[in-house]
């Protein structure tokens, strides 16, 4: 089954397929949040972990992704703690620590908290 990467910019958000192989995972988390090699990790759930830019994250330095903390809010431990820049999120890791791909469903979920994602209404059917 295919997973994939939850990318949030500040402007909107796109889609990654996630690497099959395991040695590509990080490399393309630091890719995608600017060729960083200080990838922050917050574990959101078991299933869920979002990525910023461990240089960046935490001196103010770029602006507040307001979707990016909305998820982060998914945490139940606190403090919630705001995201800046770019953010992506990917599921949570297997049994030998590697990083795992988020699924269809956690997929779509994600963008329908984030307010991007509406499901087509079915027209009415009176016959």
Not at 35 to 49: E, G, K, Q, Y
Not at 73 to 90: D, I, K, N, Q, S
Request: aromatic share 6%; glycine share 8%.
């Amino acid at each position: 089954m295919p997973t994939y990467g939850l990318i949030l910019r500040l402007n909107g958000y796109d889609a990654v397929d996630w690497p099959e192989d395991p040695s590509e995972r990080l490399p393309t988390l630091s890719r995608l949040l600017g060729d960083t090699s200080n990838l922050a990790a917050l574990d959101l759930t078991p299933r869920l972990c979002i990525w910023t830019d461990g240089d960046r994250q935490y001196n103010d330095t770029l602006p507040k992704n307001e979707a990016a903390t909305l998820i982060s809010a998914l945490r139940a431990e606190p403090p919630l703690t705001p995201r800046y820049g770019t953010a992506v999120v990917t599921g949570g890791t297997d049994v030998d620590g590697r990083v795992q791909g988020l699924t269809p469903r956690q997929f779509v979920a994600l963008l329908a908290l984030i307010g991007v994602y509406t499901p087509e209404i079915p027209k009415q059917r009176t016959e």
